[in-house]
């Protein structure tokens, strides 16, 4: 899903499949039978997306970079985003986005490479150039910075097996933390920042559920599957040599959250998050729920 609209009681879910528009997905069917009214729209399609907003308070709005990979594709949908949302008036609109890394990093492709010819981490670069779309359209925003989900670790980004068969996280993080935050959170810290009404608009909110080293997530592993976890970092470099599908982008990303913990974590005060969503999850608890998701092989 790429847009939630509230208004009032209503809350209507917008969506996109790579070939057209479909019947809801299933999460949209478990909105369904909560009593919310679903309704279909395309990202690329700037007219579906103001029918789709049409008598809504407000919008989460989000883009799946990992859906293309492209930072091209993922401002042409923030730029249909902002412009149905002016048109349909919406008076407040939360933009699921995050830090532009050329604030800290150089783009010269002597720190890190440089990727699609302008970027560093291009979904979080292209999200920040996206920010600037928002204000100029004079849409009335909150900047909703996220960060790494911990469903990742139950999703490719986790522990695998070495050749002696230990479960081992490799994560290129080495002795630096890590903030991380369940993905309900995030849905969860949205829908306060809605019930705080509009103090928020105008203003960036960053938010994560808690900051963990490599060998506090390795322990936190090892304590859901029942195992030894063992954290053994990988360099950057190893990292993006790896060869999956967004390799380097996802490479790149984590040398910036290692380089630069102190101020990703510094930013994201977990108390104010938490005053947003008192339910705010730790990993913990997090794993509670959701260990069983975690792979052992």
Known sequence: MNAALVNQSIISSAFRT??????PSPKAQELVKLGAEVVQADNYDEQSL??????AYGAYLVTDFWAHMSAARELEEAAN????????????????????TRDHIPVTGERMPTLQDTYNVP?????????????????PATFLRTTFYWENLANGWGATRDENGVLTLSLPMGDSPLAGIAVGDIGRTAYGIFQAGPEYVGRTVHIAGEHL??????AGLSRAVGEPVVYRPLTHDAYRALGFPGADEAGNMLQYYTEFADYFTGVRDLAAVRELNPGLQTFDQWLDGNGHTIPRN
Do not use: C, M, P, Y
């Not at 790579?18 to 019947?23: D, T």
């Open 18 to 23: 790579g070939s057209g528009l479909s019947r």
């Open 50 to 55: 103001v029918d789709a907003f049409a008598g």
């Open 81 to 100: 985003l902002v412009n149905a949302a002016k048109k349909a008036g919406l008076r407040h609109v939360i933009w699921s986005t995050l830090e532009d």
């Open 123 to 139: 979904h979080f670069d292209a999200k920040a150039e996206a920010d600037e779309l928002f204000r100029a359209a004079g849409v």
């Open 213 to 218: 080293t490599g060998e506090q997530i390795a």
